[in-house]
């Protein structure tokens, strides 16, 4: 008998439509991950900031989680990057409390993951580290306390 | 101390014994769960790193800049005014790299565990040539 190959079911995305593409979302960064670029003199966001593989890049949604953030992460830069910006990356977009960190107010917590049609909860390729690095960079609009 | 610059001013150097120092730097790091701070490798991760370090024949490149990710990763990034590469190497234990040039150019892949050999014409396209 012939052998039948059955194709791969599409698993369902996580991405969230409750995430608008013009909405904003926050990354925070440490001063570890702002260095000064030797050849310009200037700092900027490093692909450390990113190469997260264990669980998602977290991101904030704007305007959602601000006294989590003045409270607890007041020397962090904010890196700002819309919802569009991150999907064109390649990415997707999934409403998640943060296990490791019970701050967050509800919904405001959101994890980025790489798009992908066999797993839901991709881990992002070097290409997705690059591309929000760049997002990053070009949407920093508070830098890291410098000590 | 972790996240402390340690660039040398531009150009080519000796880059490795400045790679591996902020390389060491990242054990004084501690364990960190909010998802946003440099969290301390893992030792397996930190003999990747070492590993591949090691597997970069030239002596003369730019010093890279060596952080800690948020979930133990390490990442060790080039910049020079014309291109920049970055190999991140996952806490998760894969190793992968992307580079791009000012033309456009762009590379990408992923490092196989104890054959970091092909790096090398990764470094030579985007930070030798």
New interface residues.
């Given amino acids: 008998m012939p052998k039948q190959t059955i194709p791969p079911v599409p698993v369902q995305s996580v991405d969230d439509d409750r995430i608008q593409p013009t909405d904003i979302l926050l990354?925070?960064?440490?001063?570890?991950?702002y260095?000064?670029?030797?050849?310009t003199g200037r700092r900027?966001v490093?692909?450390?900031?990113?190469?997260?593989?264990?669980?998602g890049?977290?991101v904030l949604r704007k305007g959602m989680a601000d006294g989590v953030i003045q409270q607890?992460?007041p020397d962090?830069g904010i890196a700002e990057m819309t919802a569009h910006e991150i999907r064109k990356a390649g990415c997707v977009i999934a409403i998640e409390e943060?296990l490791?960190?019970a701050h967050w107010p509800r919904d405001s917590h959101a994890v980025v993951y790489k798009q992908s049609d066999t797993q839901p909860k991709a881990?992002l390729?070097?290409?997705q580290?690059?591309a929000l690095?760049y997002l990053a960079n070009k949407g920093m609009r508070k830098e890291p306390k410098i000590p | 101390m972790a996240g402390q610059i340690r660039y040398a001013l531009g150009g080519d150097d000796i880059w490795r014994k400045p790679a591996l120092q902020q390389l060491a730097s990242t054990q004084d790091l501690k364990r960190k769960e909010d998802g946003f701070s440099p969290s301390r490798p893992e030792s397996s991760t930190i003999k990747m790193a070492e590993a591949v370090i090691s597997a970069i024949k030239r002596d003369y490149l730019p010093i890279p800049f060596v952080s800690a990710s948020a979930d133990g990763g390490i990442t060790l990034e080039w910049h020079k005014p014309a291109s920049r590469l970055t190999i991140n190497i996952r806490a998760i234990g894969e190793v992968g790299y992307f580079g791009v040039r000012e033309s456009g150019y762009t590379c990408e892949g992923e490092l196989k565990h104890g054959n970091f050999d092909f790096i090398n014409e990764v470094v030579d396209i985007l930070l030798v040539r």
């Fill in positions: 990354r925070l960064i440490p001063i570890e991950h260095p000064i670029d030797p050849n900027f490093a692909s450390s900031a990113f190469n997260i593989s264990r669980k890049v977290s607890l992460f962090f943060d490791g960190f881990k390729k070097d290409r580290i690059h690095t």
